[in-house]
């Protein structure tokens, strides 16, 4: 294997050599020097991808610098195998970026760099999608060509059936031989036959758009006065960095300022890089900016498959497209010319990655404006505690939307007290008697429930047994399309049970409401007017969201069932009921922006109610109806809740007035987790003990949730008012928990600025 650059040998190789020092995709957190290919004439620059001997494999790196000499000995180095890029993927702007996201976040920088680019480049494949087409070696009208390699195949008759399909249509593309049901082995054995040879067409260069093109506006709509002072603020430096956090309520007009902004940009040439928080929210994104700007829009997200992500990935870098849209990981896509980078629904906690580079695309995003030059705005209607007070702060300027474009004001909510009330199927008398006034008016109704599945439980009415997850510490939920048992957490699904495990009776009941049950309900109860269930079961696959929406904007009386997918971005005009069924749960939840999450959620989703020319009304369902919160949610304004939260926050010393890094250990055997966890702790105490570093230590203890997938889980919370701070602590803790000895199957993972707890 390599030797890292860090290392210190007895000797120092220098020489008029250059020397690459490489990102590597594995999880030591070290750069490793290599010596220049000794055949490939390419020229290698930092950003450019190389394809490297690493131990016994060959993998991916990337170059992050060449530098002249290096303090591994010559004769411990290794050649890269060649450069496979002839001009660097990612501008020094992006280098440094992912350098100190690697940093920042204590992650191996080889895992950084890999997150950035596509799985195709990861892959090692060309930069350019090149289509394949596939002939015979030798003309096939030879007919001793073509009796030879009936010879040759006689008893290979999948391969001869190929080779004649080739030979009759003179030359097919490898997509069309698949669609006839051969697939790539079948003809990699006609290839090493030499019967058939491969070459490849490279599609024409895609020109950059021209700045002349984007204008598509239509009517242009009137702008209110806070709208028309938030694109003056916008558009004042439109080539320069600053950040703007647009706080407007819902159905303020966020998008129209957006598309103002840009279209200054699109104007100049440059290209605007759009992110929202998840794969639902990007068709009806897409429609929007599709129908406003002629340039290219392409976008960027898990839904898409490989080529399609790597076509969008080219089109953003090469300068063909004008504006991208995506989710998280689209943050690091690099762009010819940078514009603008905006940030909707940023408090959305979608846009905080959990595995793996545990990172924040809002939080890193500010950073790659900076790096590049160019604004970046960060809007909401919720906007986070920690975007709030760097506004209050001056660090961002605030930009304000306080009221609806609509001509009614915001829909009221209406606290239903169930705490002594027969529910049916989690529904009151209240909920389904305003369902049937509404949908009688021809209006349409959405009901909230932020939990998929049938029935969060099942339960043995004999002995009591209720389904639980062997590998997690939770319950398994009832699905009833199809019926399954399925564990939310680790993801395994199993059949249902035809009897108790336990004491082998048949009786079974669920417990509780998911979307399932909810949807079944419902259709008995109005068997007149669709049902539309909208969660991550019933839209898996391109189509499953936009046919939902589809149906819901044909503005027929209707019911939309769903979960938070529907909590956010959507505009229906017919939409004049919201009910949530139960939002209790953020109350007392065991991570302390439970209710920052809870108020975030109720006033996105009531905010679906009323944003048209009907008035809206919003029913929230609750068993703690003189709960603090919720009072102040019911009869105040978002900021106002907000407030109260900051100086909450501040007398707690919680962030965003204090910072957090969260340890975490995994192990099948919960007493290597713990001792493997103490270890790290002794380090950290270490260092905590001296007090001008103002690091304060939390644990080690058990994650809320203490066992997940078969792992069982130790944390260890850092804490500190100085930034700076508990980074210099988490350098020393991370470099020294590394020369632990670590039992086989533990894993350790550092998460700076966590927003998941649990």
């Keep these: 294997m390599p030797q890292t650059a860090q290392s210190s040998p007895a000797t120092r190789s220098t020489s008029a050599k250059q020397y690459y020092r490489v990102a590597v995709p594995s999880p030591l957190r070290r750069l490793f020097d290599y010596l220049p290919a000794k055949s490939d004439t390419t020229t290698a620059h930092p950003g450019s991808r190389v394809r490297i001997p690493f131990g016994a494999r ?75 087409n596939w002939r015979l070696s030798a003309d096939p009208l030879e007919n001793s060509q073509a009796e030879s390699a009936t010879a040759l195949l006689k008893r290979s008759p999948r391969q001869l059936a190929l080779y004649r399909l080739i030979a009759e249509n003179r030359e097919m593309s490898t997509e069309a031989i698949a669609e006839q049901g051969f697939g790539r082995p079948i003809l990699r054995k006609l290839q090493e036959r030499d019967l058939v040879e491969c070459h490849h067409d490279a599609p024409p260069p895609r020109p950059h758009f021209s700045s002349h093109d984007f204008l598509a506006d239509g009517e242009r709509l009137q702008l209110t006065n806070e709208q028309e002072q938030a694109v003056a603020a916008l558009n004042a430096s439109p080539t320069q960095f600053g950040s703007y956090l647009l706080d407007g309520v819902t159905g303020s007009g966020k998008t129209e300022v957006y598309m103002r902004a840009m279209a200054q940009q699109l104007s100049l040439g440059r290209q605007c890089l759009v992110l929202v928080p998840e794969i639902g929210l990007t068709p009806q994104t897409i429609a929007r900016f599709t129908e406003r700007f002629r340039c290219p829009v392409v976008t960027l997200h898990s839904g898409l498959n490989e080529s399609e992500r790597l076509a969008s990935w080219t089109a953003a870098r090469d300068g063909s497209a004008g504006v991208i849209i995506g ?129 969060p439980v099942l339960h043995c009415t004999n002995c009591g047994w209720q389904s639980e997850c062997d590998d997690c510490l939770a319950q398994m939920t009832v699905h009833r399309t199809p019926p399954r048992l399925r564990c939310h957490h680790c993801g395994i699904s199993v059949a249902l049970p035809k009897s108790c495990p336990n004491c082998k009776s048949r009786h079974f009941d669920t417990i509780g409401l998911g979307t399932q049950k909810a949807e079944r309900f419902l259709q008995s109860q109005f068997p007149s007017f669709p049902v539309i269930r909208v969660d991550r079961d019933s839209t898996r696959g391109k189509a499953g969201l936009d046919r939902a929406l589809t149906k819901v904007g044909e503005e027929k009386p209707c019911i939309l069932i769903g979960t938070q997918m529907l909590a956010k971005g959507h505009h229906f005009p017919n939409m004049t009921l919201v009910i949530i069924l139960d939002a209790d749960g953020g109350l007392f939840s065991a991570d302390f922006r439970g209710q920052e999450h809870m108020a975030q959620l109720v006033t996105q989703v009531a905010g679906r109610a009323g944003r048209a020319k009907k008035r809206g009304e919003v029913l929230l369902q609750t068993k703690h109806a003189a709960h603090a919160t919720l009072q102040a949610l019911s009869n105040e304004s978002y900021a106002q809740f907000s407030a109260r939260q900051l100086d909450e926050r501040l007398n707690a010393k ?66 500190s008012e100085r930034r700076g701070s508990l980074q210099d602590h988490l350098n020393y803790l991370v470099s020294n928990s590394e020369q632990l000895k670590k039992p086989p199957g533990l894993r350790w993972s550092v998460d700076v600025d966590p927003q998941d707890m649990i």
Aim: proline fraction near 6%.
């Design 58 to 132: 060959r993998v991916t790196g990337v170059i992050v610098d060449i530098v002249s000499e290096t303090d591994v000995p010559a004769s411990k180095l290794r050649p890269v195998d060649a450069v496979l890029d002839r001009e660097p993927l990612f501008n020094s702007a992006m280098l440094s970026l992912l350098q100190w996201a690697a940093n920042y976040y204590q992650s191996p920088i080889g895992e950084v760099f890999a997150a950035a680019l596509p799985a195709r480049l990861r892959a090692g494949e060309g930069l350019t999608s090149l289509e394949e």
């Design 327 to 455: 989710t998280r990981s689209a943050l690091f896509t690099p762009l010819a010319s940078p514009g603008i980078l905006i940030i909707d629904e940023e408090h959305d906690a979608s846009f905080k990655q959990q595995d793996g580079f545990k990172y924040s695309a809002r939080d890193l995003a500010v950073m790659r404006a900076h790096a590049e030059g160019m604004p970046i705005v960060l809007g909401s209607a919720t906007p986070s505690l920690e975007t709030l007070h760097n506004a209050i702060a001056g660090k961002f300027t605030h930009l304000r939307l306080s009221n609806s474009t609509a001509s009614l004001p915001r829909a009221a909510i209406e606290l239903v007290d169930v705490a002594e009330q027969h529910l049916q199927e989690g529904f009151s008398q209240t909920a389904l008697q305003r369902l049937r006034e509404h949908l009688e008016r021809g209006n349409q109704c959405l009901v909230f429930i932020n939990r998929r599945g049938y029935a």
């Design 654 to 719: 919680l962030p965003p007035f204090s910072h957090l890094a969260l340890v975490r250990v995994e192990a099948s055997d919960a007493m290597a987790a713990a001792g493997f966890a103490e270890a790290i702790a002794q380090l950290s105490a270490q260092l905590s003990s001296d007090e001008r570093l103002g690091v304060e230590l939390i644990g080690p203890l058990p994650a809320p949730m203490e066992k997940r997938a078969g792992k069982f889980r130790v944390q260890l919370l850092l804490k």
